[in-house]
């Protein structure tokens, strides 16, 4: 059973940062695309960031580029997401998620993604 651990999470001012990390169990951890989904409250679960197995290839949501940065050591099996100026919108909780496509490939899609953590909060207040 592959289990994903989110950390970091926390009550930010606006233009404020925080970096979430992510530990997972899954071995060869590098053979597998990872992303960053995030859902807010009475919205659906939406897209933040992905990357490919050796990170070199990202993707970002609009409304996140420029801002957050996803980033892996596959030494450590951890995955990150640094985010720079919170905004109030940004407020929800993170999910990080180990895809089974293939490594070369990284994911916008939830559905491409087969492992999931159990989320950390990110609040951050006007």
């Known amino acids: 059973q592959v289990q994903l651990v989110e950390s970091g999470g926390g009550l930010v001012q606006t233009g404020g940062s925080l970096r979430l990390s992510c530990v997972s169990s899954?071995?060869?951890?590098?053979?597998?695309?990872m992303g960053w989904f995030r859902q807010a409250p009475g919205k659906e679960r939406e897209f933040v960031a992905a990357?490919?197995?050796?990170?070199?290839?990202?993707y970002y949501a609009d409304s996140v580029k420029g801002r957050f940065a996803i980033s892996r050591d596959n030494a450590k099996n951890s995955l990150f997401l640094l985010m720079n100026n919170l905004k109030p919108e940004d407020t929800a909780v993170y999910y990080c998620?180990?895809?089974?496509?293939?490594?070369?490939?990284?994911?916008?899609?939830?559905?491409?993604?087969?492992?999931w953590g159990q989320g950390t909060q990110v609040t951050v207040s006007s």
């Open positions: 899954r071995r060869s951890f590098s053979e597998y695309s």
């Open positions: 990357c490919t197995g050796t990170g070199e290839i990202t």
């Open positions: 998620a180990s895809s089974s496509g293939a490594p070369y490939r990284a994911y916008r899609s939830g559905s491409e993604y087969h492992h």
